[in-house]
């Protein structure tokens, strides 16, 4: 644990320094203009509801209401393994651009369900959901609030947001004429269901939102927020650039930036292990391609090389930056020179991971996604589930004998229907003797004429590329919204294997180009360890919720956010050897965490933010 005392204490006076000079959170790029100032907002004033079964009434462009039904205060509910009780509070639902579409003929509308608490806080809490949204039949998307973090000690309704969740404007369940396989993805067929999905839901929602609250409580809200992770986090991003007046503050878990490019990369990923997959029925079978072994020697040599370079050998490997340079596949893993030899990884695994790490590739090497950091969560379950399948309660691993896994689901047609213009037939995924499988494997990610390309088309009825729909217009332009004194936190898991980290750090890099105090409206929080919006070896225990509001309403900028570690009974895949409730700061990127040299490793007092 002492090792790097004396580096530590080194960068520790370099703390002190950049408190009296007034941050360190990055020089501005030479040039940059000064902006104006970001003005302050008050602070929402909270009301009580004294309208529910009236609002059934209340008419507002394209909108059917469904019900409006007061839920009594006690009501139980369960959200990914977390109980919750509520508060008294009005639950609506209706329906927005309500159509049938002639592209395919299947009926759409935008579904949404608010929960009005009668003792209301003052503000609108915007809930964008994860995966391909398309459903409101789960806790986890019903308008309770997520606060996002692992395991949350309570929702957003319960803190007195009144709060609004969408299926974002088509049911996944809904089109019983292509197989069960598609079923959530093939929406994007239509160009309106796709637009509405990429966006424009957002643009539809909230201003009948507000002018709803409005008639509930006899005002409007005073602050507006949206807090989403994974793809909700990837909504925020587009929101912030896209539609900058509809908030004050949004959190953004780790997002779907780039999310087409992202489900290039899983593409590339499949394609990668299948080369060394063993096969099954002549195929590979990608589940089997790296064992529980080889990803835990990668974990400990990462470790090795990469723990203390944050001042404490402690698990978690803070400067991810550092690594990058200390830690080498190449050179720290050995590769084995023969079947039976252990502690190793073969040649082939060794170019095979660094072929994944490094991210899809066009003909000419350029970088179609981005590279990924070796880090110690990849030995975890979650690690393995995304890039192998194998989903607990979904359909197995991936290979050729079950090519209907959650990743070739989710990667396989998102890409075929919702990200690639023209979009597939369904015919060629799930017709006769074709399988979602053989379309990932048989994909062309680049040469003349590539399948990846049709990311970037253009035309064929579709308002925008795809990949212009699905990610922010101009992403380090935030002007509009920093003017008005909006907020923003972004946080992302360094082992998070959906969307790697190194392409949000990029996006924030860019945001100085244009913002050159850009840590004056938003932040980023790198999470060490943590996987896809929490879980794995990490301290994933936060709220950010908290922190948006007091920044947006009080000028509290987010100095440090307070992160706790969980118990194996709340998150299987933490290190079990870390005793529990142990706390660490997440610092604004692109400072780190770092240990004093003295004090308890297990409290976040004794570390700081450089
Ligand atoms: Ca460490």
Request: charged letters at 20%.
């Given at each position: 644990?002492?090792?790097?005392?004396?580096?530590?204490?080194?960068?520790?006076?370099?703390?002190?320094?950049?408190?009296?000079?007034?941050?360190?959170?990055?020089?501005?790029?030479?040039?940059?203009?000064?902006?104006?100032?970001?003005?302050?907002?008050?602070v929402?004033?909270?009301?009580?509801?004294?309208?529910?079964?009236?609002?059934?009434?209340?008419?507002?462009?394209?909108?059917?209401?469904?019900?409006?039904?007061?839920?009594?205060h006690?009501?139980?509910?369960?959200?990914?393994?977390?109980?919750?009780?509520?508060?008294?509070?009005?639950?609506?639902?209706?329906?927005?651009?309500?159509?049938t579409?002639?592209?395919?003929?299947?009926?759409?509308?935008?579904?949404?369900?608010?929960?009005?608490?009668?003792?209301?806080?003052?503000r609108?809490?915007?809930?964008?959901?994860?995966?391909?949204?398309?459903?409101?039949?789960?806790?986890?998307?019903?308008?309770?609030?997520?606060?996002?973090?692992?395991?949350?000690?309570?929702?957003?309704?319960?803190?007195?947001?009144?709060?609004?969740?969408?299926?974002?404007?088509?049911?996944?369940?809904?089109?019983?004429?292509?197989?069960?396989?598609?079923?959530?993805?093939?929406?994007?067929i239509?160009?309106?269901?796709?637009?509405?999905?990429a966006?424009?839901?957002?643009?539809?929602?909230?201003?009948?939102?507000?002018?709803?609250?409005?008639?509930?409580y006899?005002?409007?809200?005073?602050?507006?927020?949206?807090?989403?992770?994974?793809?909700?986090?990837?909504v925020?991003?587009?929101?912030?650039?896209?539609?900058?007046?509809?908030?004050?503050?949004?959190?953004?878990?780790?997002?779907?930036?780039?999310?087409?490019?992202?489900?290039?990369?899983?593409?590339?990923?499949?394609?990668?292990?299948a080369?060394?997959a063993?096969?099954?029925?002549?195929?590979?079978?990608?589940?089997?391609?790296?064992?529980?072994?080889?990803?835990?020697?990668?974990?400990?040599?990462?470790?090795?090389?990469?723990?203390?370079?944050?001042?404490?050998?402690?698990?978690?490997?803070?400067?991810?930056?550092?690594?990058?340079?200390?830690?080498s596949?190449?050179?720290?893993?050995?590769?084995?020179?023969?079947?039976?030899?252990?502690?190793?990884?073969?040649?082939?695994?060794?170019n095979?991971?660094?072929k994944?790490?490094?991210?899809p590739?066009?003909?000419?090497?350029?970088?179609?996604?981005?590279?990924?950091?070796?880090?110690?969560?990849?030995?975890?379950?979650?690690?393995?589930?995304?890039?192998?399948?194998?989903?607990?309660?979904a359909?197995?691993?991936?290979?050729?004998?079950?090519?209907?896994?959650?990743?070739?689901?989710?990667?396989?047609?998102?890409?075929?229907?919702?990200?690639?213009?023209?979009?597939?037939?369904?015919?060629?995924?799930?017709?006769?003797?074709?399988?979602?499988?053989?379309?990932?494997?048989?994909?062309?990610?680049?040469?003349?004429?590539?399948?990846a390309?049709?990311?970037?088309?253009?035309?064929?009825?579709?308002?925008?590329?795809?990949?212009?729909?699905?990610?922010?217009?101009?992403?380090?332009d935030?002007?509009?919204?920093?003017?008005?004194?909006?907020?923003?936190?972004?946080?992302?898991?360094?082992?998070?294997?959906?969307?790697?980290?190194?392409?949000?750090?990029?996006?924030y890099?860019?945001?100085?180009?244009?913002?050159?105090?850009?840590?004056?409206?938003?932040?980023?929080?790198?999470?060490?360890?943590?996987?896809?919006?929490?879980?794995?070896?990490?301290?994933?225990?936060?709220?950010?919720?908290?922190?948006?509001?007091?920044?947006?309403?009080?000028?509290i900028?987010?100095?440090?956010?307070?992160a706790?570690?969980?118990?194996?009974?709340?998150?299987?895949?933490?290190n079990?050897?870390?005793?529990?409730?142990?706390?660490?700061?997440?610092?604004?990127?692109?400072?780190?965490?770092?240990?004093?040299?003295?004090?308890?490793?297990?409290?976040?007092?004794?570390?700081?933010?450089l």
């Amino acid at each position: 644990m002492q090792k790097n005392r004396n580096k530590t204490l080194v960068v520790a006076a370099g703390a002190l320094l950049c408190t009296f000079v007034g941050g360190c959170a990055g020089r501005p790029p030479a040039g940059a203009g000064a902006e104006p100032a970001v003005p302050q907002l008050t602070v929402a004033s909270g009301a009580v509801r004294e309208k529910c079964a009236e609002l059934l009434d209340f008419s507002h462009t394209s909108l059917r209401m469904l019900s409006a039904e007061t839920i009594p205060h006690g009501k139980q509910v369960s959200i990914d393994g977390v109980a919750y009780q509520l508060p008294e509070h009005c639950y609506v639902r209706g329906r927005m651009n309500e159509r049938t579409s002639p592209v395919d003929g299947q009926g759409y509308a935008i579904r949404f369900e608010m929960s009005l608490p009668k003792d209301w806080n003052g503000r609108l809490f915007f809930q964008p959901n994860g995966g391909v949204e398309g459903s409101l039949a789960v806790p986890m998307v019903q308008a309770y609030g997520r606060t996002l973090g692992g395991s949350p000690v309570d929702t957003a309704l319960q803190r007195g947001f009144a709060v609004v969740t969408t299926d974002s404007g088509h049911d996944g369940s809904a089109n019983t004429s292509v197989a069960p396989a598609i079923r959530q993805q093939v929406f994007g067929i239509d160009p309106q269901a796709r637009t509405e999905n990429a966006h424009g839901y957002v643009a539809v929602v909230t201003p009948m939102a507000k002018k709803l609250i409005a008639a509930a409580y006899g005002k409007a809200p005073d602050r507006s927020y949206m807090v989403g992770t994974s793809n909700g986090g990837r909504v925020g991003m587009v929101t912030a650039a896209r539609y900058p007046a509809l908030f004050d503050g949004i959190v953004s878990g780790p997002p779907a930036f780039n999310l087409p490019k992202a489900v290039l990369a899983a593409i590339w990923n499949a394609q990668a292990m299948a080369a060394i997959a063993p096969l099954v029925d002549g195929k590979a079978d990608i589940s089997r391609s790296f064992s529980q072994a080889d990803m835990d020697l990668v974990a400990n040599r990462v470790l090795e090389r990469c723990d203390a370079l944050d001042g404490l050998d402690d698990g978690l490997v803070f400067d991810i930056q550092a690594c990058r340079q200390a830690f080498s596949l190449k050179d720290d893993v050995p590769t084995c020179s023969s079947a039976l030899e252990t502690n190793c990884l073969t040649a082939a695994k060794k170019n095979t991971l660094d072929k994944m790490m490094q991210g899809p590739k066009d003909r000419h090497g350029n970088a179609l996604y981005a590279e990924w950091p070796f880090d110690p969560g990849m030995r975890a379950l979650g690690w393995r589930q995304w890039q192998m399948g194998d989903f607990a309660n979904a359909q197995g691993p991936a290979s050729a004998s079950n090519p209907t896994s959650r990743i070739m689901t989710l990667t396989g047609p998102g890409m075929a229907f919702m990200f690639s213009n023209p979009p597939q037939s369904p015919d060629v995924l799930t017709g006769q003797g074709t399988t979602i499988f053989d379309y990932v494997m048989g994909f062309r990610m680049n040469g003349e004429g590539a399948d990846a390309l049709k990311i970037f088309a253009t035309g064929n009825g579709y308002a925008e590329a795809p990949y212009d729909e699905y990610t922010p217009p101009h992403p380090d332009d935030l002007a509009a919204f920093r003017q008005r004194g909006a907020k923003m936190i972004v946080y992302h898991g360094t082992a998070d294997p959906v969307f790697s980290v190194n392409d949000t750090i990029r996006w924030y890099e860019a945001l100085a180009k244009n913002h050159r105090n850009r840590a004056e409206f938003v932040r980023l929080f790198v999470v060490p360890g943590m996987l896809h919006s929490y879980g794995g070896p990490a301290a994933d225990k936060f709220d950010m919720v908290t922190a948006i509001v007091d920044w947006v309403e009080k000028g509290i900028a987010p100095q440090r956010i307070v992160a706790s570690t969980r118990p194996v009974r709340e998150n299987s895949e933490t290190n079990p050897t870390w005793p529990e409730g142990r706390t660490r700061p997440l610092c604004p990127y692109p400072q780190i965490a770092r240990y004093l040299g003295e004090g308890s490793i297990e409290t976040e007092t004794s570390f700081v933010c450089l």
